[in-house]
């Protein structure tokens, strides 16, 4: 289960030079289990169904309604990525420029969905995981090469095509399927403490890492 656990918060990890955007992205979020042992509901109330996306300059956090994924948090500085379950007393980190998945093909198909009012292009990553795509309008760009060390979960390669943040996502491996698809976008200005591993937290390296 805690394997499963780690592919899920992988592929949270499952999203242009200028201006980058800085606010709030809340997601209505769906799993479809293909596990024999793990049905729907249980990855829904495990991981969550509604996840708010905090992003500032090159830091962002992730939290969750679930009832064992609480957050993740990406700190650039460190080029770490931190998260917090509820069945764990440590805070687990993985190297975020480190990716055992690899891209097999890329393709970008243009204005094929809305999304919020927003036309959205499509990336579509083949990768040695499965299928990911993602789906983006360019007013939510970033400067992707404050990501250029975030190899993990595929982040700098979906970046590099899209250089901009995903409205959507549809994610397939041979574990489910997840879909993520944003229901409010709010321009604020986060406080940089949002993004700071909470103090004297113990902290320790994730023991459950993907396998090629």
């Known amino acids: 289960m805690k394997h499963i656990i780690t592919i899920l918060l992988t592929v949270l990890s499952s999203i242009a030079s200028g201006q980058s955007f800085e606010g709030k992205i809340i997601y209505q979020v769906h799993y479809k289990s293909k596990h024999p042992n793990v049905q729907d509901q249980q990855f829904n109330s495990m991981m969550g169904t509604v996840q708010e996306f905090l992003i500032k300059g090159a830091d962002y956090k992730y939290s969750s309604n679930g009832s064992i994924f609480q957050w993740q948090l990406y700190n650039s500085k460190a080029n770490k990525l931190y998260?917090?379950?509820?069945?764990?007393?440590?805070?687990?980190?993985?190297?975020?420029?480190?990716?055992?998945?690899?891209?097999?093909?890329?393709?970008?198909?243009?204005?094929?969905?809305?999304?919020?009012?927003?036309?959205?292009?499509?990336?579509?990553?083949?990768?040695?995981?499965?299928?990911?795509?993602y789906y983006f309008n360019e007013k939510f760009a970033v400067d992707i090469s404050l990501f250029k060390n975030h190899l993990y979960g595929n982040w700098y390669e979906f970046l590099k095509v899209s250089q901009a943040l995903p409205l959507k996502s549809i994610i397939e491996s041979q574990q489910f399927t997840v879909e993520s698809v944003a229901t409010e976008v709010i321009e604020i200005k986060p406080e940089d403490k949002e993004f700071r591993v909470p103090d004297k937290a113990k902290t320790a390296k994730n023991p459950y890492l993907i396998r090629d």
């Open 83 to 133: 998260k917090k379950m509820t069945n764990s007393d440590f805070i687990q980190w993985n190297d975020a420029g480190t990716n055992s998945d690899k891209v097999i093909s890329v393709v970008l198909n243009k204005g094929v969905a809305e999304i919020l009012g927003y036309k959205c292009n499509e990336v579509v990553l083949t990768c040695k995981s499965g299928v990911q795509k």
